[in-house]
C-alpha cells in the first residue's frame, strides 16, 4: 500500500542547498528540434546560478548559448524508496567577460573530462522547484 503524502515541494532555498551537495546533473535542452539530455558535472555561482564547464567546440556551447534550458539535479535511495529531484529553468548564456572567465578557471567547476579551450555556460536561476519523496510503503 502506498502513502497519500509521498511528495513534498520545497522552497527555493531548500532546493538550492540540496543542489550543492550532489556533483552531477543534466542540462536538457533542444538538439536539432528534438528534446536532448546530457549529464555534466556542475556548480553552483554565487548568485545561485548554475555553472557548466566546456569545451568552445561543444555542441552543447552552440545550442544552449541565449536560450531558455533546464537543468535538473537529483538524489535517491533505492532501499529507503526516498530522495529529491531540483530543477533550475533559466537562459544558458555563455560567459565572454575575460576577467570573469579568468576567475572562474580558477573557482568554477572542474571537468570530468578533458577540455580545450574552456567555456563556463551560466544558466540563470530563473524558475527553481523541487520534489521530495518520503518512504511510500506503509507496510511492506
Request: charged share 25%; with cysteine.
Amino acid at each position: 500500500m502506498l502513502k497519500n503524502d509521498a511528495f513534498r515541494s520545497m522552497d527555493r532555498q531548500e532546493c538550492l542547498r540540496l543542489l550543492a551537495k550532489v556533483p552531477v546533473g543534466r542540462v536538457v535542452y533542444t538538439r536539432h528540434a528534438l528534446p536532448a539530455v546530457l549529464p555534466v558535472n556542475f556548480a553552483l555561482d554565487a548568485d545561485s546560478s548554475v555553472l557548466l564547464r566546456t569545451s568552445a567546440g561543444s555542441d552543447l556551447v552552440r545550442a544552449v548559448d541565449g536560450v531558455v534550458v533546464a537543468f535538473e539535479a537529483d538524489e535517491f535511495d533505492a532501499d529507503s524508496r526516498s530522495g529529491w529531484s531540483v530543477v533550475v529553468t533559466g537562459r544558458a548564456t555563455a560567459v565572454t567577460d575575460p576577467a570573469e572567465h579568468e576567475q572562474l578557471m580558477r573557482t568554477g567547476p572542474r571537468s570530468w573530462m578533458p577540455i580545450q579551450q574552456d567555456v563556463f555556460i551560466r544558466i540563470e536561476a530563473a524558475m527553481v522547484t523541487g520534489r521530495e519523496l518520503t518512504d511510500l510503503r506503509v507496510n511492506d
